[in-house]
């Protein structure tokens, strides 16, 4: 019987040795940095423009830089807070694609963002001696995971328009005739986005590691760009909101070779100035350094 005792011990043991320490390191933090691009109405690449990748304008990439918490639930999902901030941007001057380059449209803007997601992980930490000795047998300490990800979040954004080399907000300049057009109301400058995306980290440690993620974040708003619907009358805008307002409205070449043959303006009042089936989106390339969070004991040794 004892002996029978002596051998449950012994397996069962490091089993619960091994998830205390699991238990122990559930909360981890992380720096971020990288890099963030737009996928949008403006510029991207030589071609009829969409807010899929390959629509990506490399040269436009901005860095990217944030803050996460983790905390792993069990061996293969994990929740992550995340604090984010970037500047995203766009010009059709760009792309060589006829009609955008016409349409000669440019913006900035900043990103913060607030999000959570979940985490998938298709391995789990494999746990074992943290030290290097010489001749010592056994499987090493090794955490080299990849997951996939999916989640929700908030995001504040402020598109800009350059003229003369200063910076305008467009938001207030109505550029599609908000407030003006029967049934257009101005749009928000805080929205809703869906992070997805993949990553892996590699740990040198129990403690520290480093990552990799790629995600991109599908929004419900086609406005980071100040970009969506179709021309209004300029000489209203004009009037309403003023010379500058009327500028970014329609900053056009007013290419001969990209004029219907009817000979309709192709930036008129009623043309199409931007795809509102298609909202905007944008993604971030970041570098993650990670180091995980002892749990406190409750209670000190009694030695």
């Known amino acids: 019987?004892?002996?029978?005792?002596?051998?449950?011990?012994?397996?069962?043991?490091?089993?619960?040795?091994?998830?205390?320490?699991?238990?122990?390191?559930?909360?981890?933090?992380?720096?971020?940095?990288?890099?963030?691009?737009?996928?949008?109405?403006?510029?991207?690449?030589?071609?009829?423009?969409?807010?899929?990748?390959?629509?990506?304008?490399?040269?436009?990439?901005?860095?990217?830089?944030?803050?996460?918490?983790?905390?792993?639930?069990?061996?293969?999902?994990?929740?992550?807070?995340?604090?984010?901030?970037?500047?995203?941007?766009?010009?059709?001057?760009?792309?060589?694609?006829?009609?955008?380059?016409?349409?000669n449209l440019n913006f900035r803007s900043p990103i913060a963002e607030l999000s959570t997601q979940i985490e998938f992980y298709f391995t789990k930490e494999r746990q074992g001696h943290i030290y290097k000795i010489k001749n010592v047998?056994?499987?090493?300490?090794?955490?080299?995971?990849?997951?996939?990800?999916?989640?929700?979040?908030?995001?504040?954004?402020?598109?800009?328009?350059?003229?003369?080399?200063?910076?305008?907000?467009?938001?207030?300049?109505?550029?599609?005739?908000?407030?003006?057009?029967?049934?257009l109301k101005q749009y928000k400058r805080i929205n809703i986005c869906i992070p997805i995306g993949i990553g892996a980290k590699y740990a040198f440690d129990r403690r520290w590691s480093m990552g990799l993620e790629i995600g991109i974040r599908k929004t419900f708003t086609d406005y980071i760009d100040d970009v969506s619907t179709v021309y209004f009358d300029n000489d209203t805008i004009s009037q309403y909101y003023g010379p500058t307002a009327a500028y970014f409205a329609d900053p056009s070449l007013h290419n001969p070779s990209v004029t219907p043959v009817s000979g309709i303006e192709i930036t008129g009042a009623g043309q199409q100035r931007g795809d509102p089936t298609d909202n905007d989106s944008y993604m971030f390339v970041t570098l993650t350094v990670n180091y995980k969070i002892a749990k406190l004991r409750k209670h000190k040794p009694k030695f």
């Open 1 to 103: 019987m004892k002996r029978r005792i002596t051998l449950v011990f012994l397996l069962v043991f490091p089993i619960l040795l091994s998830a205390q320490k699991r238990n122990r390191y559930r909360w981890e933090i992380s720096a971020n940095l990288g890099a963030a691009n737009f996928l949008g109405d403006l510029g991207g690449a030589n071609r009829i423009g969409t807010n899929g990748i390959r629509d990506l304008e490399l040269s436009l990439t901005r860095p990217a830089v944030g803050l996460s918490l983790r905390y792993r639930t069990s061996r293969f999902v994990g929740f992550k807070a995340n604090m984010f901030y970037a500047r995203v941007n766009g010009d059709d001057k760009l792309t060589t694609e006829p009609y955008r380059n016409n349409r």
């Open 137 to 183: 047998k056994g499987m090493k300490h090794i955490d080299m995971q990849a997951y996939a990800f999916i989640g929700v979040g908030g995001f504040f954004f402020n598109p800009q328009g350059k003229l003369g080399g200063a910076w305008y907000n467009l938001l207030p300049l109505h550029t599609e005739g908000q407030g003006l057009k029967p049934g």
